[in-house]
């Protein structure tokens, strides 16, 4: 870079190189042993990790605010996709919204044996991760969810996903302090079980309900 680049770029502002699994990296306490990328992840904290042929590395010493989960959190729930409904009737509901890559997501809100059962699909398929804006969609899933207990009052409502796990286990607890958030926010009691095909089942009980199930 030439000083005078230097010295007129905007210093506001950091742009990172793009990094790509087989780039070269060094890794040590003096910074000399070459290493390899062999992937990425991150860790508990939502930090990005480089996976490399010498160990897990931490991209960053500091630690970046705004990527830890409950930071993440508060953007993703305030910025969720416009979604619309198709179907409200005592039974059903219907809805659904557009990612940013055009993407087609299905919410279903059904009634069964008292329960109201909550399923979502992306382009027909209830994997949702992997092709990015995966806590975004859950985030819109929820806000849907909001609406709907507004206006319907369910006493139970059984929320199903898909939460893949990464190599920190980050996504599937983010998945679950999202709804567990969610819950406390709107009145409901939360569990959480474990189902087949690595499908999560989230049991949110109106703790109304739940303090006359209990007096029984």
């Known amino acids: 870079m030439r000083a005078y680049d230097f010295l007129t ?3 506001t502002k950091l742009e990172l190189p793009d990094m790509n699994v087989g780039d070269e990296v060094k890794v040590g306490k003096f910074k000399n042993r070459k290493a390899e990328i062999k992937g990425f992840t991150t860790d508990d904290h939502n930090q990005p990790v ?34 619309g409904w198709k179907e409200q009737s005592d039974n059903i509901w219907r809805g659904g919204f557009a990612t940013k890559t055009n993407d087609d997501v299905e919410v279903n809100f059904e009634k069964v044996v008292g329960e109201w059962l909550v399923d979502f699909f992306r382009d027909g398929s209830r994997e949702i991760s992997g092709r990015g804006d995966a806590f975004k969609i859950f985030a819109t899933v929820m806000t849907m969810t909001s609406e709907f207990i507004n206006i319907v009052k ?21 998945y679950t302090k999202m709804v567990n958030r969610f819950a406390s926010e709107n009145g409901y009691n939360f569990q959480e079980s474990l189902g087949s095909n690595n499908r999560t089942f989230y049991h949110l009980t109106r703790k109304e309900q739940a303090e006359q199930n209990e007096s029984i």
């Open 9 to 11: 770029e905007d210093k």
């Open 50 to 83: 480089l996976k490399t042929t010498k160990g897990d590395q931490k991209l960053f010493k500091p630690r970046i605010s705004k990527l830890e989960p409950d930071k993440k959190l508060d953007e993703t729930f305030d910025q969720p996709y416009n979604y």
């Open 154 to 174: 369910p006493n139970i409502i059984v929320l199903a996903a898909r939460k893949t796990e990464d190599g920190k286990n980050s996504r599937a607890k983010l």
